[in-house]
Protein backbone atom coordinates (compact mmCIF):
# COMPACT_ATOMS: atom_id res chain seq x y z
CA UNK A 1 0.00 0.00 0.00
CA UNK A 2 1.15 3.34 -0.96
CA UNK A 3 0.53 6.70 1.43
CA UNK A 4 0.14 8.67 -1.92
CA UNK A 5 -2.54 11.82 -0.05
CA UNK A 6 0.46 12.03 3.08
CA UNK A 7 3.53 13.31 3.51
CA UNK A 8 6.41 10.44 3.59
CA UNK A 9 8.33 10.21 6.91
CA UNK A 10 11.86 10.60 5.92
CA UNK A 11 14.27 7.56 7.00
CA UNK A 12 16.16 8.77 9.15
CA UNK A 13 19.88 7.66 9.51
CA UNK A 14 21.01 7.64 13.30
CA UNK A 15 24.40 7.59 14.33
CA UNK A 16 24.58 4.92 17.14
CA UNK A 17 27.39 6.20 18.98
CA UNK A 18 30.23 3.57 19.77
CA UNK A 19 28.11 1.60 21.83
CA UNK A 20 27.37 2.80 25.43
CA UNK A 21 23.42 3.06 24.98
CA UNK A 22 23.70 5.99 27.00
CA UNK A 23 26.01 8.07 24.13
CA UNK A 24 23.18 8.03 21.85
CA UNK A 25 21.36 11.35 21.03
CA UNK A 26 17.99 12.66 22.25
CA UNK A 27 16.72 12.86 19.26
CA UNK A 28 17.87 9.44 17.98
CA UNK A 29 16.78 8.02 21.27
CA UNK A 30 13.37 9.78 20.31
CA UNK A 31 13.50 8.76 16.61
CA UNK A 32 13.77 4.72 18.15
CA UNK A 33 11.59 4.33 20.10
CA UNK A 34 8.51 6.18 17.77
CA UNK A 35 9.99 4.00 14.77
CA UNK A 36 8.02 0.99 13.10
CA UNK A 37 11.09 -0.07 11.24
CA UNK A 38 14.74 -0.26 12.40
CA UNK A 39 17.31 -1.56 10.13
CA UNK A 40 20.29 -1.56 12.61
CA UNK A 41 24.71 -2.59 11.50
CA UNK A 42 24.60 -5.60 14.36
CA UNK A 43 28.19 -6.14 13.90
CA UNK A 44 28.45 -2.62 15.95
CA UNK A 45 25.65 -1.58 17.18
CA UNK A 46 25.11 -2.35 20.36
CA UNK A 47 21.34 -4.18 20.48
CA UNK A 48 20.61 -2.42 23.87
CA UNK A 49 19.69 0.26 22.27
CA UNK A 50 16.79 -1.83 20.52
CA UNK A 51 15.31 -2.81 24.07
CA UNK A 52 11.98 -2.38 24.30
CA UNK A 53 11.02 -0.62 20.78
CA UNK A 54 7.89 -1.39 19.38
CA UNK A 55 9.53 -1.23 15.90
CA UNK A 56 10.22 -4.30 13.91
CA UNK A 57 14.34 -5.00 13.56
CA UNK A 58 16.24 -6.53 11.11
CA UNK A 59 20.03 -6.65 11.47
CA UNK A 60 21.58 -5.76 7.99
CA UNK A 61 25.11 -7.21 8.56
CA UNK A 62 24.11 -10.21 6.57
CA UNK A 63 22.43 -8.08 3.86
CA UNK A 64 23.77 -6.81 0.69
CA UNK A 65 23.00 -3.11 -0.16
CA UNK A 66 19.65 -3.91 -2.03
CA UNK A 67 18.08 -6.26 0.09
CA UNK A 68 18.96 -3.46 2.79
CA UNK A 69 16.80 -0.80 0.50
CA UNK A 70 14.06 -3.30 -0.14
CA UNK A 71 13.49 -3.62 3.46
CA UNK A 72 13.61 0.38 3.73
CA UNK A 73 11.54 1.69 0.85
CA UNK A 74 8.07 -0.30 0.68
CA UNK A 75 8.13 0.44 4.57
CA UNK A 76 8.71 4.57 3.67
CA UNK A 77 6.10 4.78 1.07
CA UNK A 78 3.45 2.95 3.18
CA UNK A 79 3.91 5.73 5.92
CA UNK A 80 6.31 3.98 8.22
CA UNK A 81 8.59 5.39 10.34
CA UNK A 82 12.21 3.99 9.38
CA UNK A 83 15.27 4.32 11.22
CA UNK A 84 18.54 2.84 9.98
CA UNK A 85 20.83 2.80 12.47
CA UNK A 86 24.36 3.05 12.06
CA UNK A 87 27.81 3.03 14.64
CA UNK A 88 29.33 6.09 15.78
CA UNK A 89 28.79 8.82 12.99
CA UNK A 90 27.52 7.44 9.49
CA UNK A 91 29.52 10.27 8.37
CA UNK A 92 32.71 7.90 8.64
CA UNK A 93 32.52 4.99 6.89
CA UNK A 94 29.00 4.65 7.21
CA UNK A 95 28.29 3.49 3.50
CA UNK A 96 25.03 5.54 3.76
CA UNK A 97 26.17 7.10 0.73
CA UNK A 98 24.80 4.67 -1.58
CA UNK A 99 21.73 4.47 0.35
CA UNK A 100 20.98 8.19 0.14
CA UNK A 101 22.03 8.29 -3.51
CA UNK A 102 19.30 5.16 -3.88
CA UNK A 103 16.49 7.50 -1.61
CA UNK A 104 17.47 10.22 -4.23
CA UNK A 105 16.63 8.18 -7.37
CA UNK A 106 13.37 6.61 -5.98
CA UNK A 107 12.58 10.23 -4.81
CA UNK A 108 12.15 9.64 -0.94
CA UNK A 109 13.06 11.89 1.77
CA UNK A 110 15.92 11.25 4.69
CA UNK A 111 17.64 12.59 7.15
CA UNK A 112 20.98 12.08 9.26
CA UNK A 113 21.38 12.30 12.86
CA UNK A 114 24.75 12.48 14.07
CA UNK A 115 26.19 10.24 16.72
CA UNK A 116 29.22 9.86 18.39
CA UNK A 117 32.06 8.47 16.73
CA UNK A 118 34.16 5.92 18.11
CA UNK A 119 37.42 8.36 17.19
CA UNK A 120 35.75 10.79 19.73
CA UNK A 121 34.85 7.76 22.52
CA UNK A 122 38.54 6.93 22.29
CA UNK A 123 39.82 10.28 23.04
CA UNK A 124 37.09 10.05 26.14
CA UNK A 125 38.38 6.83 27.04
CA UNK A 126 42.30 8.18 27.16
CA UNK A 127 41.34 11.16 28.60
CA UNK A 128 43.29 13.21 25.94
CA UNK A 129 42.40 16.10 24.49
CA UNK A 130 43.49 15.84 20.51
CA UNK A 131 44.11 19.08 19.79
CA UNK A 132 47.47 20.24 21.80
CA UNK A 133 48.19 23.45 21.61
CA UNK A 134 51.33 24.91 20.23
CA UNK A 135 51.79 20.91 18.97
CA UNK A 136 48.85 20.11 16.62
CA UNK A 137 45.78 21.60 15.95
CA UNK A 138 44.36 19.23 13.19
CA UNK A 139 43.06 15.36 13.92
CA UNK A 140 43.11 13.43 10.60
CA UNK A 141 40.78 10.86 10.42
CA UNK A 142 41.50 7.59 8.44
CA UNK A 143 42.17 4.18 7.61
CA UNK A 144 44.90 2.01 6.53
CA UNK A 145 44.11 0.65 3.12
CA UNK A 146 43.21 -2.86 3.08
CA UNK A 147 40.68 -4.63 0.62
CA UNK A 148 38.87 -1.12 0.44
CA UNK A 149 41.96 1.11 -1.32
CA UNK A 150 43.08 4.46 -0.48
CA UNK A 151 43.99 7.11 -2.78
CA UNK A 152 47.74 7.17 -3.06
CA UNK A 153 47.56 11.05 -2.34
CA UNK A 154 46.03 10.17 1.31
CA UNK A 155 49.07 7.06 1.91
CA UNK A 156 49.12 6.87 5.88
CA UNK A 157 52.89 7.66 5.21
CA UNK A 158 51.99 10.70 3.66
CA UNK A 159 49.44 11.64 6.38
CA UNK A 160 52.08 10.39 9.17
CA UNK A 161 54.43 13.29 7.87
CA UNK A 162 52.20 16.28 8.87
CA UNK A 163 52.23 15.21 12.36
CA UNK A 164 48.76 15.75 13.30
CA UNK A 165 46.89 14.06 15.92
CA UNK A 166 45.55 10.72 14.14
CA UNK A 167 43.16 8.59 14.69
CA UNK A 168 43.02 5.54 12.23
CA UNK A 169 39.65 3.09 12.15
CA UNK A 170 39.81 0.13 10.12
CA UNK A 171 43.63 -0.86 10.48
CA UNK A 172 44.10 -2.56 13.68
CA UNK A 173 44.01 -6.14 11.47
CA UNK A 174 47.24 -4.51 10.06
CA UNK A 175 48.97 -3.50 12.54
CA UNK A 176 52.22 -4.29 11.49
CA UNK A 177 51.50 -1.79 8.21
CA UNK A 178 50.01 0.24 10.38
CA UNK A 179 53.63 1.04 11.94
CA UNK A 180 55.55 0.70 9.06
CA UNK A 181 53.70 3.62 7.38
CA UNK A 182 53.83 5.84 10.28
CA UNK A 183 57.63 5.27 10.89
CA UNK A 184 57.86 6.00 6.85
CA UNK A 185 55.90 8.83 7.37
CA UNK A 186 58.40 10.63 9.81
CA UNK A 187 57.46 9.25 13.25
CA UNK A 188 60.20 8.17 15.56
CA UNK A 189 60.16 4.50 16.96
CA UNK A 190 59.53 5.36 20.46
CA UNK A 191 56.40 7.85 19.66
CA UNK A 192 53.23 7.18 21.77
CA UNK A 193 50.51 5.16 20.21
CA UNK A 194 47.41 4.09 21.60
CA UNK A 195 44.73 1.16 20.57
CA UNK A 196 41.05 1.26 22.15
CA UNK A 197 39.11 -1.76 21.42
CA UNK A 198 35.44 -1.59 21.97
CA UNK A 199 35.71 2.16 23.46
CA UNK A 200 32.62 2.75 25.57
CA UNK A 201 31.56 -0.55 26.18
CA UNK A 202 32.05 -2.70 29.59
CA UNK A 203 34.75 -4.93 27.85
CA UNK A 204 36.70 -1.96 26.69
CA UNK A 205 40.00 -2.28 26.37
CA UNK A 206 43.27 -0.18 25.86
CA UNK A 207 46.82 -1.12 25.02
CA UNK A 208 49.46 1.67 24.79
CA UNK A 209 53.09 1.20 23.68
CA UNK A 210 55.47 3.03 21.40
CA UNK A 211 55.45 2.47 17.58
CA UNK A 212 58.46 0.45 18.40
CA UNK A 213 56.07 -2.47 20.21
CA UNK A 214 52.54 -2.06 19.70
CA UNK A 215 52.05 -4.23 17.27
CA UNK A 216 53.89 -6.77 19.67
CA UNK A 217 51.44 -5.61 22.40
CA UNK A 218 48.29 -5.59 20.39
CA UNK A 219 49.00 -9.06 18.52
CA UNK A 220 49.30 -10.41 23.01
CA UNK A 221 46.34 -8.87 23.81
CA UNK A 222 44.82 -10.96 20.71
CA UNK A 223 43.21 -7.39 19.51
CA UNK A 224 42.10 -7.63 15.80
CA UNK A 225 39.10 -5.32 15.00
CA UNK A 226 36.56 -2.95 16.57
CA UNK A 227 39.72 -1.15 17.98
CA UNK A 228 41.04 2.62 17.40
CA UNK A 229 44.35 3.68 16.48
CA UNK A 230 45.31 6.98 18.14
CA UNK A 231 48.77 8.76 17.39
CA UNK A 232 50.58 11.76 17.44
CA UNK A 233 51.89 14.74 19.73
CA UNK A 234 48.70 14.74 21.41
CA UNK A 235 49.53 11.45 23.10
CA UNK A 236 52.82 12.91 24.23
CA UNK A 237 52.90 13.61 28.00
CA UNK A 238 55.73 15.64 28.00
CA UNK A 239 53.69 18.18 26.66
CA UNK A 240 53.97 21.18 29.07
CA UNK A 241 52.41 23.77 26.24
CA UNK A 242 48.96 25.34 28.08
CA UNK A 243 46.22 26.19 25.65
CA UNK A 244 46.53 30.15 24.77
CA UNK A 245 42.79 30.02 24.58
CA UNK A 246 43.16 30.36 28.61
CA UNK A 247 46.57 32.12 29.10
CA UNK A 248 45.95 35.48 30.80
CA UNK A 249 47.28 37.75 27.93
CA UNK A 250 44.67 35.98 25.76
CA UNK A 251 41.11 38.02 24.76
CA UNK A 252 38.55 36.83 26.89
CA UNK A 253 35.86 37.64 24.43
CA UNK A 254 36.90 34.52 22.63
CA UNK A 255 36.76 32.27 25.61
N1 LIG B 1 30.90 5.25 11.86
C1 LIG B 1 31.78 4.64 12.83
C2 LIG B 1 32.93 3.90 12.17
C3 LIG B 1 32.52 2.68 11.38
S1 LIG B 1 33.87 1.84 10.67
C4 LIG B 1 32.24 5.67 13.83
O1 LIG B 1 32.02 6.87 13.64
O2 LIG B 1 32.84 5.28 14.83
C5 LIG B 1 34.23 0.63 11.91
C6 LIG B 1 35.52 0.97 12.62
O3 LIG B 1 35.26 1.98 13.58
C7 LIG B 1 36.13 -0.17 13.40
O4 LIG B 1 36.97 -0.94 12.58
C8 LIG B 1 36.93 0.56 14.43
O5 LIG B 1 38.14 1.06 13.88
C9 LIG B 1 36.05 1.75 14.72
N2 LIG B 1 35.15 1.52 15.85
C10 LIG B 1 33.81 1.42 15.85
N3 LIG B 1 33.33 1.31 17.10
C11 LIG B 1 34.40 1.34 17.92
C12 LIG B 1 34.57 1.32 19.33
N4 LIG B 1 33.53 1.24 20.17
N5 LIG B 1 35.83 1.40 19.82
C13 LIG B 1 36.89 1.51 19.01
N6 LIG B 1 36.79 1.55 17.68
C14 LIG B 1 35.57 1.47 17.14
Redesign the pocket.
Known sequence: MTATNAVLSPIFFV?AG??DPDLLTLKGRRLLDNADLVVYAGS?VNPALLNGIRAECHDSAGLDLAAIMALMIPACRAGKKVVRL?????????AIREQMQWLDRENLPYEVVP?V???F??AASLRRELTVPEQTQTVILT?QAGRTPVPEREALSKLAAIGASMC?????GMMEEVVADLLAGGYVPDTAVAV??????PD?RIVQGTLADIAARVQAAGIR?????VVGPALDDASEAVSRLYAEDFSHGCR
Open positions: GPGLHTGDPAMYGGSSAAARIFLSVVEKASWEKTAMI
